[in-house]
Structure formats: structure tokens, C-alpha cells
């Protein structure tokens, strides 16, 4: 006998009711996706259907791969074991319709009879228990365990249940199928086969198994029609915004915000929902409220108002049907306090799988507060005056830009034009106490020491305009990236390299939106070519342990974290030791995003945060590669009592000291 079964068996006068009912659940389906589509309609047009051949790279590598996913070891498994367990059943059912509903009817032909028939049973029969392994997880997960960043809804339960009866009964229904039939390859079908040992082990007869196979069938089936209705109004339906999110994600630099048309603009950043892009919204549908974001933001965990998530959750409430499009969004919707908070570190991007760009939603909302309504913290007047009068966030001029190289011999663009590496200081290192310019003058003597042609801008040097653009000023950024970009054109200026991570993301990855044509380089990235080539050598090493912190704007918004470590590696006699949070998940120091110039009226201190974690360590200092960082930890060192026993340097002068 050639291995098959008949699909509709037991029930096969009732097709009709199984067809009427497949079509309203789909009609009701219908209706619910629909009202997604209206919800990201509402936002701005946005041009992003390019590079697809990347974006399906993209697609595979992250969705079905479970990438992002994965780096949570229990959420990635039990979400793994769902997610396949529900594709392969949902493929075997694609399968069992296009045989009965086209080759059956027009060819008469089958598809699943003989050794097909067999490891497709076998197959699916493995991969839903694969699913009912992952929904206990889940549930054990979020019941049993209940992680802080996990806000449980009771639409949760109900999903995760409706899920596990229709795993259940399936198997209940094919436990009794095998039973009554008792067909001589049911040990291909091993979970339905279990199930029906149950079943006998139990002594229900056999006649009361077909009669019960009935009854479950229909119920399966119901529950399953219900799931499919239910799909777009539930939480469910990330499995298609999500997918849809990884497709679309931006595949711009990862530093770089987006520019506003100041001179034509009629809308100067985010004041209502509408004033987002459709992208922007389909982010906000693509959440899955899985707290990754929260429970990485130094701005939660360290008690400030801002929690990522909530502000995404809270934006999503505007894409139902009859929210109200005209209210404002900032005081409303999102708190000035939570606004200001973000020190745009970009952990909560990292982290999340399914690509939602909380930091961009901020940054927009910010730049109509600052441009529109002129609403700000009061701290942040003075540094745009600062910005517009002087040139340099610190308010001293060209009249100190060049006073850290008082002692060294360099060259000055403005006196040699044809100077072949632009050494880049920025405001925090030139300017902003005796402490800070030991970077710079290190750098100068590790350039004359590779004999690298090398000059400084000094006097002509102003803000890269980092700090402004970040803080929601995006006329003032403007204005001062032109002013630089026409500096670099007026001295042919090719290639820069700083050793500042702030000057670097803005010239590397934002300055190209304005015309600049520059090669960009960070001074680890330099060091490490330098070292490789032979053109700087490592005369003695560090008997000191220390620990490294990984900045922002080095590591998560451009990816050098292994030129660091290569360079430790070369100069220090111990290995380092890494901190609990290291490289992609390392904790900001809290500088960004204009808070270097705010003072902490809520909750920790993140810098003391950070340090309390160096110190933990039992290394003998924290070395760093961003003048923000060293600022921010040097203040939390001395309130801490620990200037005299845990020390704090830049790892370029590490380099300077050993080479």
C-alpha cells in the first residue's frame, strides 16, 4: 500500500462549512491589515525601495536567522522554535491546499503519497513540537520568570494559549486518526503517534475516538480560522510589520542623522504624528515590546524619565483607526523630561531585533522643540551662543584654539597649504581644561615621531557641530559644517584624521549630505596602521591592568572595537580585562546628545555608573579614546574619592608613553 491519507477524512461532507469558514476569518484579516496600511500611511513619503538586493541580504541574514534575535540565548531559542515550527506548518498546509484545491480537482494528481508523504509527515510532526516546546518557554518565560523589561498584557496569555490548543489539538486530532485508521507507517508521524498511545493507555475505545476526532477537528480548525482572524489585532502581527521593518531598514551609516532643507523646508522636524515618514511608522508597528531597548538605555537603568520602549509604545497608540492626528506630540505624548534624557548612544537601536530606530524618532522630535517652539533646556542657550559667537561650545575663541601647541612645533594649514594630513583637536581637547589637551599634544608627538606630514587648522578650527545637530539645532549644525567644509576646500584639504569619536562620526558619516569629499581616519585606526607597517615601534609596555571603555560614537555608531584592543594588546605587559558591558553593549558614559552640559536632576549619575563598573574590575585605571568620555569620568572619579588609587587616560597616551 503506497503511503498517503485522505485530508478531509472523517469530516469529508462538511468541506463546504470548512471553505465558508477559512474565507470569513481571511475577510476579517483583510480588514485589520488594512487598518495597519491606513496607520502608516498617515506619515511623510519616504524613497527607501532601493539597493534590493542588500535589503535581501539583509532580510535572510536577521529575520530567518534570528541574528539580533539570538544575542538573548532564551529569548532567541524559544523564538527560533516558534517561529520555524509555524513556517513549517504553515508551508505543509500550503502544500495539503495546493494539492486538494488545484491538483487534485484539474489533474487529478497528489503530492503527498508515498516517501514525500512520509518525511513530510515526519518533518512536520518534529516541528510542531519544536513550537509547543517554544510556547512553553514562553510562557514559563514570562509567568514564571517575569523579566522587569517584559510588560505583560493579558491579550499575551490569550494569544500564547490560542497558540498551544491549536498545537495541542493537532496532535490530539492526528493521535486519533492513527488510532482508528491504524495505518502501518504511524511511526512516521511520532508526536501523533505518542499522543494515541496516550489515548489507548488511557481505554478510550476506539469508537470514541472517532467521534472525539470529529469534535477536535472542528475545534482546531475554529481556533486556527480564529487565529488567522485575530492575527492583524494582535501582537501577533509584528511577524509581518517586523519582517517588513528588516526589509526596509535604513541602510545609511550608522552615525548619521538625516538633514532637513532648512532653506525650503515648510516643516522643521516632528511636531504631530503625521509629520513622521511611513517608515518611521512602520517602526512603530514593527515593536514587539520585547524591553531590550529599556533594559539597555543608561538613561533607564540609571533612573532618568526616559524609557525607549514606552516612548515607541506610546507614539503606536496614534495608528489606530480614530486616534487624533493634530495633538502635539512633545508634553503630550512624550515628556520634555524624556526628550532631553537621551544621551543618543544608539544601545537602544543596537540591541533591537527587529531594527526600530528609537534615536531618530527623538532627534526629529527635538528639532521641532528647538526650531518651531524654541523650547530647550535652559543649559543649552548658552552652548548655541557659544556655537554662534565663538565658534566652539566652551565660549573661548579663536584666541585659545591654539594654546595647547604653544610648546610644539606645527605646522599651521592657514601658513603651509600644502600640508598632507589634517590633525583635527576639536573644541573638548583644545579647549576645555589643562587635563584635556594631554591627548592632543600625544597625538602631535605620535604624528612627528611616524614622520607623517601632518598640520592643525589652530585658530580656523571650529565646532564639527556634533554637539548642536544632536540637540535638535539643525540650522546651527549647518552652518557650521559649511563653514568647515569651505575651510577644507580653501586648503585642499584630502584627509583628516581626529582622534575625537564625536568630530569623527560627523565628518566621516554627515558631512558627505553637504558636498565634503574627505577621507576620514580615527587615531586607533591610525595607530594600528602605523604599528603594522613598522612606522612607529613599541619600545617598552605597561606593567598596569587596566580596563578600556569602548565610547559611543567609537563602537556602536561606527564599529571600531577590535583597533583598541589590538593596541592594548601591543603595549600592556597583562591582558585587559573587560568590563560586564563591553564593545557592543558597553554603557555610555552619558555626554551625548548635549548632556555633557546638563546637570543630573533625576536619578544616578551615568558616568559614576560606568566607573563603579571599571572599578569592579580590579583594574588599576579605565583608559578611554574620547575627550567626552575622559571629561565625564574624571568627574566621576574625584566624587568618588578615587583621583589617588584608580587612574583615567586616553589610550593615545599610552602610545605616546611606550613608542
Known sequence: M?????????????????????????????????????????GRKEKIFDQAGNRLKYFFRF??????IRKDTYAGVMHLFIFWGFVVLFLGTLIIAFQEDLLLPFFGRKVLEGNFYLIYSLVLDLFGLLAIVGVGLALYRRYVLQPEKLDNKPSDLILLCLILFILVSGFCVEGFRLNVSNPQWALWEPVGWLFGTIFNVLGIATSTQRGLHKIIWWLHLIASMGLIAYFPFSNLFHVVSSSLNVFFRSLKPSGALVPIDIQEGEQFGVAHIQDFTWKDLLDLDACTRCGRCQ??????????????????????TFLQPFS?????????????????????????????????EHLNKIIEMRRHSVLTESKFPSEYKQVFKNLEIFGDTLGKGKLFREDWASNLTIDRVYQQNDTGLLFWVGCMSALYDERSKNTPIAAAKILEKAGLDFGILGEEELCCGDAARRMGNEYLFQHLAKKNIEVFRKYKIKKVVTHCPHCFNTFKNEYAQFGADIEVVHFMELIVTLLREGKLNVKSKIDDIFTYHDPCYLGRHNSIYMEPREILGLILNSDMKEMDSFRDKSFCCGAGGGNMWRAAVTGRRIEG???????????????????????????????????????????????NRVT
Open 63 to 68: 529575520l530567518l536567522s534570528h541574528e539580533r
Open 295 to 316: 533594559e539597555n538605555c543608561p538613561a533607564a537603568i540609571s533612573g532618568k524619565p526616559l524609557n525607549p520602549k514606552k516612548v515607541i509604545q506610546d507614539l503606536r
Open 324 to 356: 487624533h492626528n493634530g495633538v502635539p506630540l512633545v508634553s503630550n505624548i512624550v515628556s520634555e523630561a524624556e526628550l532631553w534624557a537621551c544621551t543618543t548612544c544608539r544601545a537602544c537601536m543596537e540591541v533591537c531585533p527587529v531594527f526600530v
Open 2 to 42: 503506497i503511503p498517503s491519507r485522505e485530508i478531509f477524512w472523517n469530516v469529508g461532507s462538511q468541506q463546504g462549512a470548512v471553505y465558508l469558514v477559512a474565507l470569513m476569518s481571511v475577510a476579517i484579516a483583510s480588514i485589520g491589515l488594512l487598518q495597519h496600511i491606513k496607520g502608516w500611511r498617515k
Open 609 to 655: 555608573l560606568r566607573v563603579e563598573e571599571a572599578v569592579k574590575t580590579d583594574a588599576s585605571g579605565i583608559i578611554t579614546s574620547c575627550p567626552f568620555c575622559e571629561i565625564m569620568f574624571d568627574s566621576a572619579v574625584k566624587q568618588k574619592g578615587l583621583e589617588y588609587s584608580f587612574r583615567l587616560m586616553d589610550i593615545i597616551e599610552l602610545v
